[in-house]
């Protein structure tokens, strides 16, 4: 079964407002876990690194202010696209860094993804 | 910045038949992760491959690590229906903890 929860697997909305999609861990604590980004027919783009109390780490080209990202707990990162504009549209899917244990260490588990459409 | 090249981007492949994707990397490899996707889901893990001359089998899935050569191939052997989808190859640039780089994906079709 899946081992990270990525909540909601579709959204649509207007112009100017904002999203916030949620990834959760769910059998084990992530530390560490990870934002992508994915445009029709193309691969991954790492977008930020979230860290489990301290700020993300954004890549380079990616605004911070308009993606925010909050770890606040071991199971939990959050991803809010503000005043969303349809170039913001795409496929957004987090993944959660595995410690030792049940859990292989440094294997990231993926969510399943969020399909943004902004109208 | 590391670079991940997957060739073939797209392979149509009989039931039955085997199957090989291959990913090479810009720069060294300290350690390669296969995923399988379908279009518009999220990633399965299929395996992690971390030092030179690894082979790891999992089911009919067979990966191995070249770390001289900065590769890696995916073998299937006996493909079915349920192999197709995209296989995609993620690196960590400088073997830290970091997020994947990925490569482009293969699409791979398995006709009956």
């Known amino acids: 079964g899946a081992v990270v929860s990525q909540h909601p697997s579709w959204v649509i909305c207007k112009s100017g407002t904002s999203v916030k999609i949620e990834c959760r861990s769910l059998d084990f604590q992530a530390t560490t876990m990870f934002w992508y980004r994915q445009f029709p027919k193309q691969s991954l783009m790492l977008m930020a690194t979230s860290n489990e109390g301290s700020k993300a780490t954004y890549e380079q080209g990616v605004e911070k202010d308009k993606f925010l990202i909050n770890h606040a707990s071991l199971t939990l990162s959050t991803l809010t696209v503000t005043s969303a504009h349809p170039e913001d549209s795409s496929f957004y899917i987090c993944s959660a860094r595995g410690t030792s244990g049940s859990r292989g260490k440094n294997i990231q588990y993926f969510g399943a993804g969020t399909r943004l459409s902004v109208l | 910045s590391q670079e991940l090249e997957q060739s073939p981007q797209s392979l149509i492949v009989q039931e039955g038949k085997n199957l090989t994707i291959n990913c090479t990397s810009s720069?060294?490899?300290?350690?390669l992760y296969w995923y399988k996707q379908k279009y518009g889901e999220g990633l399965i893990f299929l395996m992690m491959l971390q030092k030179g001359g690894e082979e790891k089998s999992h089911e009919k899935i067979t990966a191995k690590l070249d770390e001289k050569k900065q590769q890696s191939s995916l073998h299937i052997t006996a493909s079915q229906p349920s192999h197709a989808g995209i296989y995609l190859c993620?690196?960590?640039?400088?073997?830290?903890?970091?997020?994947?780089?990925f490569g482009k994906g293969t699409h791979l079709i398995i006709q009956p």
């Open positions: 720069k060294t490899l300290y350690g």
């Open positions: 993620g690196a960590v640039p400088g073997g830290g903890a970091d997020g994947l780089t």
